[in-house]
């Protein structure tokens, strides 16, 4: 009896109506796991394409980061591991990183 009330327990959630069923909650935090390798330490330099320090990214404005991962996407900024990074990004994506980077450090 126990198991024919689980199949029947089943069998009605799996009928309830998509919009019935409760979503998954969004992702709070950006993925920035490409960023921290490089722009979370303190004097850090790369060497390609060629070497450069590479600038801290923690407490800039929001905009301004924005707006270069913007320009990196577009290619406007030249950097070819930027340009690459801001590509595989949508401009929800872009926003939610300049805004977490922006609140660092303050």
């Known amino acids: 009896m126990k198991l024919h009330r689980l199949c029947l327990a089943?069998?009605?959630?799996?009928?309830?109506?998509?919009?019935?069923?409760?979503?998954?909650?969004?992702?709070?935090?950006?993925?920035?796991?490409?960023?921290?390798?490089?722009?979370?330490?303190?004097?850090?330099?790369?060497?390609?394409?060629?070497?450069?320090?590479?600038?801290?990214?923690?407490g800039q404005e929001e905009k301004y980061l924005e707006n270069a991962l913007q320009a990196y996407k577009k290619g406007e900024r030249n950097n070819a591991t930027m340009q690459g990074i801001a590509r595989g990004m949508d401009d929800a994506e872009i926003k939610a990183l300049a805004a977490y980077f922006a609140k660092l450090g303050k």
């Open 10 to 58: 089943v069998l009605a959630a799996a009928a309830l109506p998509a919009a019935a069923q409760t979503p998954a909650a969004p992702a709070t935090t950006p993925n920035i796991s490409a960023c921290t390798g490089c722009h979370l330490i303190p004097g850090y330099r790369a060497a390609f394409p060629q070497v450069y320090h590479v600038p801290k990214i923690g």
